[in-house]
């Protein structure tokens, strides 16, 4: 059993496929496979169950799955510390976020944060914020960004910084004000983010202060992402509760128009979340630094 063939192990268990796993690699599938086999013969006993289109753990892999998982980490951890103590911050490690803070704020951010750490590499994985609050608990990722706070024990959320949702619509749309009232919003077809996602949250909690629901609205669509919100919009479906982060092109080009709903506080915040007993690698701990020092709000 060597390290090589761990890592093929936990890579096809998570990604579900060897191909993937290759992929995620930069491996062959056929050195994947070997490399599983090999472990299989190491070990005794069948790991993996194809069931269908997906590769499976057995109740031995699953079991397996543990403790390598376990073991990969603790084997980057010691690396990155003993880098740490030679004065040098090297290392590689996932971190997710959601829509608006993945898409909008952090590619700036890490990009100047790589620039000082060059030798660190960071790969952002995009989630609802819902989604990254249960991996960052599951252990899965070490830091999520996320546009709200779960119930969750266990994990401890710094908040970043704020904005308040505005309503959108396509630039032919009839209101020329800057704002528009709930009543108004009442009365147009309305183009909701999926169940999960923060500002959906923050939305349906505006709505919940005001002695408001979703049943009050016009609701024709729900889609899983903002591009495919704007997208919504800009094809005439209806208008939308989003970012202003996210339409600030569009409306400075003249395709959409943005609104401040009147009557309605839709003020959110967002927050670094991660477990609170959990100890960070060094270069995770100073891209914590680096996100609360570029974003806090103070």
């Not at 004065?87 to 608006?100: K, N």
């Not at 898409?103 to 660190?120: C, R, T, W």
């Not at 960004?145 to 309503?167: H, I, P």
């Amino acid at each position: 059993m060597d390290i090589k063939q761990l890592e093929a192990f936990v890579n096809v268990v998570e990604e579900r496929s060897f191909s993937r796993a290759a992929e995620r690699l930069y491996l062959s599938q056929p050195t994947v496979s070997v490399h599983v086999k090999s472990l299989e013969e190491s070990v005794g006993t069948k790991l993996l169950d194809r069931m269908g289109s997906e590769v499976v753990p057995t109740p031995a892999g699953g079991r397996l799955y543990r403790y390598a998982k376990r073991i990969l980490t603790l084997r980057k951890q010691a690396l990155q510390d003993i880098q740490h103590f030679l004065g040098e911050l090297v290392g590689a490690f996932e971190l997710a976020a959601s829509t608006i803070p993945g898409e909008y704020v952090l590619p700036s951010v890490l990009s100047h944060f790589q620039h000082a750490h060059p030798q660190v590499r960071v790969m952002l994985h995009i989630l609802d914020s819902q989604r990254v609050i249960r991996e960052v608990e599951r252990g899965e990722y070490p830091l999520g960004v996320v546009g709200s706070v779960g119930d969750e024990k266990g994990l401890d959320f710094k908040a970043l910084w704020g904005e308040e949702l505005v309503a959108i619509s396509a630039s032919r749309a009839p209101l020329p004000m800057g704002e528009v009232t709930v009543e108004e919003l009442m009365e147009v077809p309305l183009i909701l983010r999926e169940r999960g996602s923060g500002t959906r949250r923050a939305f349906e909690e505006g709505l919940r202060r005001a002695g408001l629901n979703l049943s009050h609205f016009r609701v024709v669509a729900e889609l899983g992402s903002t591009t495919a919100l704007k997208e919504g919009v800009k094809a005439g479906i209806g208008w939308a509760i989003i970012s202003p982060r996210a339409v600030r092109d569009e409306c400075a080009w003249g395709v959409m128009k943005a609104y401040k709903v009147k009557g309605l506080d839709l003020k959110r915040h967002f927050y670094l979340v991660k477990r609170s007993k959990r100890t960070l690698p060094p270069p995770v701990e100073e891209l914590e630094r680096f996100i609360l020092s570029s974003l806090s709000a103070g």
